[in-house]
C-alpha cells in the first residue's frame, strides 16, 4: 500500500554530499519507484540571499525537495533548533505525511523527531554513526582512543553554549539528543556492530534493528577487470581526508612500503577524496612516495566506481568503528579485494580470510605488511574478490527497501522508560551543577540515572515526562516554577527566602543547601516511587494558589522566535 513519506536529510544531492546522503536519496528515490509519494526536507548552507531559516523548494531528479538553510552544524546549535520543527510540522499538515524517515539530522535538530510524533506521523530513523550519544560522531576521545563509557562526555567538551549565552553542561546535550531518539518508533542501524553500541548506551534493544543499506547493484554492474598496463598491484582508499579515516596510518604505510627492497612487484596506491589532510598528500607526492602515490581529489560517484572497477584491493584504514563503510560495500559489488582495520561494522562485511585481511587500528606497520602479502601474491587480491562478488546479491538494495516498508507498517514494540526526566534550570550553573550533572550516573546507581533537560527546551511532551524540576540558583523564574506545580511536578530548589515561602505556602517544594544535599534528595525522589507521588500530590493540590498568586505576565501569550 502507497504511503505519503517524508525523508528528513540535513544534506542532500546536488548540495554536500557523503555517504548517509547518497542513503538518504537513494531509499527516497526506490521507495517512490515502488509507488509511495516521497518528499524530502533537506538542510541546506545558507547565504546572504537565503539566511538560516529560509525554506525552498526544488526538484531534483523527480523528487520533490523542501531546503531548509540551517543555522549552525557545531555542536552547541546543531541539535535543537525550534524554528525547524515548526517548519516540518507545516510540511507534514501540507503534504499530509504519515511516515517520517529521518537521517542524520545534526544542523537541522533531534527535536524534529518528536516534533513529527506529536504531529501523528510514524517515525523511523537510520543512525549513521554514533551521534545519538557522542557528539563528536566517532567515539574517537581527543587524544585518538575510542570511548568505552558513553556517560563521560564532559570529558571531551565539558560544556555548550547554545543561543542565550549560558553554559550548559554537555550532559543536557547528550541527555536531550537521547530523549529525541526515544520517540522514534524503530531506530535503524545498517550493522549489527551499531545495534548493539546503541543498546550498550541505554536505547531499547526491541526498537533498534540492524537493516543493511545495501547498494544500488543497477550502478555497480560486473566489468572484466582492466590489468595494469605494467602489471602493477592497485589499491585505492575513497574516503574523508581525516585522521578518524586512518589517512596518516595510510600515508605510513605507503611510506614504509616504497622503502622496503624486497618489494620489486610494481604497485600503486590510488586517495580518493577531501579534507583538511588534502596538504599533507599533496606533500607526500614530491617525497620519495611519488612513484607509488597517485591523488584524485573529490570525483564524482561514477567515476569512483569506474576507478574501482580497475583497481585490486579497497583500503579503509579508519582508526574509528566504522558503521558500514560504502566503500567496502562497494568493493563486494564489484568484486574486488578488502583490507580494513579490525572495528565496528568492518568486521561485517570483511571475511577474513576468504574476502580480505583485517589489521589492527592505528598499525601502519600491519596495514604495510597486509599490503605487501598482495605485491607478492596478485592472485590474492583475485581469490578475495572472486568471494566477494559472489555474495554481492546479499546486498541487493532493493532487500533494503522491502525491509523498511515493512518496519513502515509494524507496530511499535511497547517498552517502558526506566530513566526520569529532570527540567533543569534557571540561570548560568555553578561549577557543582557541572559536576553533579556530569557524574549523576556514578551516584544514581539504586534509581534509574535521570535525563536532564534545559528549561528552554522543553516542551509540552518534555513537562509531560518530567518527574522533577531541579533550580539551579535562587533566582528563579516564577513562571518556570508554576508551570511545574500546575503539572504536579515537584520542584527542588536552593534553601533561600523565597523558595522557603514557596514550600511553606505551595508544597511539593524540596530545598537543599549543598549540592550534596540536592543529590541526595534527587536520589531519594527518583528511587522511591512513594515519596516523589507526595511530593507530586503537594504540587497538585497548591496548583490553584499557583494561579491565583501568579503576575499577570503568566498569562499573556506570546509568539516564538522565527529562527
Known sequence: MASRILVVSNFFPPRTVGGAEIVAFRQAQALAARGHRVTVLAGDLPTETSPAGTLSFDVHEGLRVYRLAMRSLEPDENFYWAAAARRLRSIIAADRIEIVHFHNVMGLGANLIPAAKEAGAFCLVTLHDHWGFCYRQTRLRPNGTICENFDECAGCMPAIQPPGGTALPMRLRRDYVYWCLGHADYLVTPSAYLARAYVEAGFPAERTIPVSNGIDLASVPSAPKKTAANGAVRFLCSAYLGEHKGILVLLDAIKRLSQDTSVTTPWQVTIAGEGHLRPLIESALQSEMAPHLRFVGRVPRSDLLALMSETDVAVLASIWPENEPVTMLEAIALGKAQIATRLGGNLELVQEPESGLLVAPGDAQELADAMRQYILDPMLAARHGAFNYARREDYDESKTITRLEQLYTEPRPQS????????????????????????????????????????????????????????????????????????????????????????????????????????????ALLSVPVLREKFAGRSHAAASSATVMAPVQSFNLSSEERS
Open 416 to 523: 517502558v522508560s526506566t530513566q526520569p526526566v529532570v527540567i533543569c534550570g534557571t540561570g548560568w550553573p555553578a561549577v557543582e551543577v557541572s559536576a553533579l550533572a556530569a557524574q549523576a550516573h556514578k551516584h544514581l546507581e539504586r534509581c534509574a540515572a535521570p535525563r536532564f533537560i534545559w528549561r528552554e527546551w522543553a516542551d509540552a511532551a518534555v513537562w509531560r515526562e518530567a518527574r522533577l524540576l531541579w533550580l539551579w540558583d535562587r533566582h528563579p523564574e516564577e513562571s518556570l516554577v508554576n508551570t511545574a506545580i500546575r503539572r504536579g511536578v515537584p520542584v527542588l530548589a536552593p534553601a533561600h527566602g523565597w523558595s522557603e515561602g514557596l514550600s511553606r505556602h505551595y508544597g511539593g517544594v524540596i530545598l537543599y543547601r549543598t549540592y550534596l544535599e540536592a543529590l541526595a534528595a534527587m536520589r
